[in-house]
């Protein structure tokens, strides 16, 4: 389609049928219409993570960790120290009667740990000269501990003293942490889902036991999270998803996502070297209690924990694999995508005709006539009647590479991050030209007058 | 031969004062007459004047040789033509305007420094066809007679009414320049009268020493004629160190005068600077006074002055330390003559010498500043400061279409010290001009030097040695020396500034021997020691002349009643001057942002075009009148709009308005344009096609060349509009092509509709042949885009499909364009390809209005409170937001698209009205976009 472009003949012929949707320019209910370009890696960004309601921490292959305002773009911090690439990064909130303070800590393949304090960029504590790097953080905040996982398991109290430690005899290691009511705490490794439980002994000090290895998994986990009090959920390479019981560890719903065999693959003719993406592996869970949603390969999935029915799903909803997945409401997520883009989606109940949304990417070429006929059918209607649809609301394109992780600040914005080294933080046009309006007038009365 | 100019009255004339306008009337500058005055070949007028364009004349009226110009401005002798400048400096140094008052007072036993204030003058030759604004000035010369030359400054023109309309801004102008040649010349003056001091001292040790071995020979000899004559010349030599220190104590007290010239604003760092030598000098030779002995001297100079020591040049272990320690060579005073050559076998100093070479760099810089904009008829002049005082009061929205207001030009009438050595910001050990070398003066020069009697010399910068090098070598190089052979070959290259030399050399020639006959003896007898010969010559006093003349009492009768006049004149002008500096306080900037006030335009003045104005009219009404005032007192130049006294620009252009004005000034940008490094590879041959680029300031010639191209692209593309609606309202615009040269071309003329396109045109990237990112779309609204059929061009065009949502494309080579649907009115006023205008520059003035237009409804949509607040707490914000809609559609009559222009110029008002406040953070600009689809618009 780009050879129109080029000058040459027009190439309706060469163009194949594409499984993605193309929601085209014409969104309305896409209200991310201003954006700005916060500039400060130098390698890949692959983590955000949100200190308070307008800030928010940023961190890479380059080891560098950048707060940011997100309201006005101001880079606030730039906490150096790290000399590789930051493998975990999360926040630490000590909160005592009056004050709560948020530090951050972050892991890093250099074999250090970090504890830094946002407002002042001041590196308060780091450990150096670990076993082997971290590859998760997950913070107690009850107990006041930290627990790092990688091949080892450590506990770290509040003033990063090692409370007690563990070796695993796996060679991949811990790769995803989450905490379980009853000081259990639940560690991925490698195809097995193990238990452990922290004893707090009268002087402080911490102990780790394991008391349970769930092995229902047949290939690597990818994605561990909590879906409410009673229920975590984990995904596998293989497509598998699985709803535990948070008390007794049952297995209690196992679900194997498999896509019908997949069609012709939706090569453009110009693709920016994206692999062909793994069809099935889990790569991001997300949940909000009542739905799961989890990244299957380039596709979509949304579940629903009460009835364990799949409500929704779309199995091409990126180019290539989504990266990371958020649920903003009952009815509304958002994903990002190796693609390099973000898209907008909406759970609607009653599946509409099979109507275009528009004429999409081919309709801005006089050309795309014949194009029209063949536009996307992706939407399948499904055998179930429940079933709803997953429908593409608007989508944003900026970064020129993967879009690793995304986090929304609600009307205050989104934040994203890539592997071209940039954030983009995403805002409403309409409310910040409000903003504006206001700090304007403000300005005015200050200064009384021009 | 030498007649009384026509003297021009610059006064004011009756008739302006009376009218008493109509505030509502439309300003007199906006209407447009009816019919041409009766009398009207416009350029009958001008047409005999001989020379092509105004320019500035420096003369001299030398005591050898009689008035001679020294330099014009430009330095080109193309612009003088057949002018005859040798007559014009002869006319307008005839008159001693400046009345000055030199010699002995009656009263005081010492010569006496003349005060005198420059006078201002209008001289017209209206059988040349040449007015001329004339600014006397004076400097001060220890060789001159009456250690004065009178010099003049003269802003030639063949238009009249240029010259007094313009009378205000060239005084102001003038002064400044004579206020910095004078500041110099004060400076060069001191350091001259420092090297004679030294000079005379040493005279006197060495006649002292003569006097003591007489002494001691014998009283027999004690009354010999020798001894006589040695003793007179002793006496001679002390009454000198008298005068010479009491002219010093003169020019240190001239800063302490107050000014009677209301124009005469100096630089005051320059001031004190310049008093505190004086005064050190003053202090070091009163140390010295009573017993001229030398040794008493040399123990002063060395405790104290450590420079002096080798200036005394007499203790050889001394010097010797001395010159090891400061390795530059010194000043050795030189025995005094009692009797010294007569003037005529002398080199006169030259204006450089006479000021310091900075300052007259300065000045000289200054005038061609000056000469620059005054360039072009009255009516230009005219025009582009109505327009530069209309867009000061737009200041909060000139960043999106006005070029830069080049801040220089500061506000007509507000006097501002013009300073030779920047003092304003204080780069002050760089700008040092070459100081006079005085004993302890760099002590004051640096700061971070030690303090110690020896140390600055010592530890001095290597900067500050070779200045002092520079001024050493000033100091030795003495023109008193040099005789009647370099005066000779000063006189032929003198002769070079007449073009038509056949003719004038001979009248020259003449006219200067008659000059020497009616002024000194012949110059035979030059030689002779004849003290009483100069008697008739009643102001002759130069300081080669010990003996100072009586009998002058008469003649100064003459010189102060021509002083009283030009008081006088001074007085009525310094009121002028107060009622327009009055008139400028009345217009306070800030009044200028409300542009939805009436009579914004009303305010638009050029105040220095009417000094007369309000005399006559009622003082007590001038506060509330002078500002709906000022445009009747424009009246004149209608009549000039009309008969278009043209002098300079060719007849036959028309309304081609002289583009070199502003272009010329600013004329720095690179040929290299648009090549930043990295982001583009340039192919193309043709790149002078684009004026934008990185590091250039956009010229309003190169603006005006570019309104050309737009007008060609409007009437060439059906689709114009939708194009310029799409810069306007912030969406960017790729041009795409295969040739540079048509690219940068479109892109240059496309870069008018840019809204705040940076001074150098930072939002415009004229050439780019790499693929685009994000960030380049929000730093350029305008991209000019290399198409080629290759990986690259496939990665790029990858981009441009990419981000097709944030970005129009107008395919140069196919000639169509992608862009959102645009159907709106406001722009088929620019955009009309069946348009009658036919001239870029006419166009380009048609655009602006509109965009003018434009700006000033943003500025009012932007400002509005209630079209972005509500108004009470209930109020939602869709209540406001239908309040907005109702403003842009019902009472600017803008439809959707239209509006989007307008929210779009807000938003950068906005943006840019915050910036001060945070534009210290690194926080990154808003890039804001809308989801629409785009139509593909094809010819």
Known sequence: ?450 | MIGSPDVVAFTKEDEYGQTKPDPWALPEEFSVPLHPLADSNPWAKTSYAKFTKDFILISEFSEQVGPQPLLTIPDDPKVCGTFDLNYFSLRIMSVDYQASFVGHPPGSGYPRLSFVEDSRVVLGDSKEGAFAYVHHLTLYDLEARGFVRPFCMAYVAADEKKIMLQFQELSLRFSQASECLKAGNRRAFAKELQRKLQDLEYTHSVLQREEGLQREAGPQCMYSAHAVEKANELANVEKSIYEHRDLLKQISSYHRRPRRDPHAVTCQKCMTECLKECEELLDKYAKLASPFSYSKKGAVGEGRLGQLDDVRGEEEVDEEEDEDVKRRPSYTPQLIKAKSAKCFDKRLKTLQELCDETFYEATVGLLKDTERSFRGDLCYLHTRRLDKALRRKQRVVNFLFEEELDDDEEEVGTLRPFCAVNHTIDNYVHLNPPHIVLGPEPLELDPLEPLGPQGPASEASVVQESELRLGESHLESSPSDQTLETQESSEETKGSFSSDKSGTDQAEKHESLASMKSEGPDPDSDLTPDPDHNTDLERQSSSEEMETTAGEDEGDQTPVSLLEMVSELEVSREDEGETVNESDLLVPIDTACCIAQEGFLYEATAPDAVPYLRQGSHPQNSQTHVVNQEPQALLPLQDDYTVGSSCSESPAAGLELPVGLLGEIVSRTSVEDGSDCTMSASTGSDRAASPLGYGGVVTLRQRKKAGQGALRFVRQYPFAMQALWCLLSGRTLVVLGVDEGRVRRLVAALALFVPDPGKCGERVQAWLSCPFTLTDLQRWKLIGLQRVASPVGSSMLYSLSRYSRYISILDADLKTLRCPPYRGHLLANVADHRTYIRRGSTYFLHLQSTLCDLAAKAFLFTFTHHLHLPVTSTEGSEVVEGRRRCFLQEQLGLDEEDSQILLYLSQLITQRFLQPANSSTAAAPCFSFSYTTSVLYKI
């Open chain 1, 1 to 450: 389609m780009l050879r129109w472009i080029l000058g040459g003949r027009e190439a309706q012929g060469s163009v194949e049928k594409s499984p993605v949707l193309c929601i085209g320019e014409e969104q309305p209910k896409n209200c991310f219409t201003e954006l700005q370009v916060l500039k400060g890696h130098f390698d890949i960004v692959r983590f955000l993570v949100q200190i308070d309601d307008f800030r928010c921490a940023s961190a890479g292959d380059d080891g560098l960790v950048l707060v940011w305002n997100i309201e006005t773009g101001e880079r606030l911090q730039e906490l150096r120290g790290h000399s590789q690439q930051i493998t975990a990064i999360t926040t630490f909130t000590c909160s005592n009667e009056v004050t709560s303070h948020t530090s951050l800590i972050t892991a890093s393949s250099d074999r250090s740990l970090s504890l830094w304090d946002p407002d002042t960029g001041n590196r308060v504590q780091t450990i150096s000269d670990l076993q082997s790097s971290v590859k998760c953080l997950l913070v107690l905040e009850r107990l006041g501990v930290c627990v790092s996982g990688g091949e080892e398991l450590c506990v770290w109290n509040k003033d990063f003293q090692l409370q007690c430690h563990r070796q695993n005899h796996s060679d991949t290691g811990i790769t995803a942490l989450i905490e379980l009511p009853k000081n259990c705490i639940a560690a991925a490794m490698d195809k097995e889902i193990v238990i452990f439980r922290l004893t707090v002994s009268t002087d402080s000090s911490v102990s780790v036991a394991e008391i349970r290895c769930l092995s229902d998994h047949h290939d690597q986990i990818r994605a561990l999270i909590n879906v409410n009090d009673r229920l975590f959920a984990s995904g596998s390479d293989a497509g598998e998803l699985i709803l535990w019981d948070s008390i007794d560890w049952n297995n209690l719903s196992y679900e194997h996502i498999l896509w019908e065999e997949s069609q012709s693959s939706s090569q453009t003719e110009i693709r920016l070297g994206a692999p062909k993406p793994s069809e099935m592996s889990i790569q991001h869970l997300t949940t909000n209690g009542k739905l799961i949603l989890a990244a299957v390969g380039s596709g979509l999935y949304v579940y629903d924990v009460a009835t364990k029915t799949v409500v929704a799903y779309r199995k091409a909803a990126h180019d290539s694999n989504v990266l990371h997945t958020l649920l903003l409401s009952d009815c509304e997520l958002m994903s990002c995508s190796e693609d390099g883009s973000v898209r907008m989606w909406e759970i609607q109940d009653l599946p509409l005709p099979a109507e275009p949304a528009s004429a999409g990417f081919f309709g801005m070429w006089t050309f795309s006539r014949s194009n029209k006929q063949s536009a996307p059918q992706s939407k399948k209607v499904m055998e179930i009647p429940a079933m709803r649809t997953l429908e593409l609301t608007g989508d944003l394109i900026g970064h020129s590479g993967a879009v690793q992780m995304f986090i929304s600040f609600r009307e205050n914005g989104l934040v994203t991050c890539s592997t071209d080294h940039l954030l983009i933080l995403w805002k409403n046009g309409e409310r910040q030209s409000h903003l504006r309006s206001l700090a304007l007038f403000h300005k005015l009365e200050e200064n009384g007058g021009l």
